[in-house]
């Protein structure tokens, strides 16, 4: 299942996409183009904008009730009546999939206190930005324990 976010609900498409989710994140307010990316791409598309007309929406899409990110993700999880199955695979910058990496291949790309810590890294190959187990990750898994349970 892929997902478009728009403008509104940018920090769900993060937390979808540390779930493991390809989610796209539309950042500027064209309803046009958000609409033609959905149909393009056959996503779903995910708003929380009450004035798009419903009869606009692509069929499936989801207007997401809450203003909290965890029942947003929550919503979004029941909706589709989904178990995350592969979280941490994807970048949270740019929803590209992760690639192992090294620890030979990030020294000198991470803290050095990371470096002697870890020995399972990811990298993305489109921004470069480089994963490892470490805090935002464990916050993550306290959340999608509360999720699950
Ligand atoms: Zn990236």
Request: with cysteine; net charge positive.
């Amino acid at each position: 299942m892929r997902f478009l976010a728009d403008a509104m609900v940018g920090r769900l498409a993060k937390w979808l996409r540390a779930l493991g989710y390809d989610t796209l994140y539309h950042r500027d307010g064209d309803d046009a183009a958000l609409l033609a990316t959905a149909a393009a791409e056959g996503r779903v598309l995910l708003t929380r904008d009450t004035r798009l007309p419903r009869g606009d929406l692509p069929a499936g899409s989801l207007l997401i009730r809450s203003d909290r990110v965890e029942d947003q993700i929550r919503e979004v999880l029941r909706a589709f009546d989904l178990r995350p199955t592969s979280p941490g695979t994807r970048c949270l910058r740019c929803n590209t999939l992760l690639a192992p990496v090294s620890r030979e291949g990030v020294a000198g790309r991470v803290p050095d206190f990371v470096l002697t810590r870890y020995t399972a890294f990811r990298t993305c190959p489109l921004c470069r930005r480089i994963y490892w187990p470490g805090t935002h990750r464990r916050r993550m898994g306290e959340v999608l324990a509360r999720l699950c349970g």
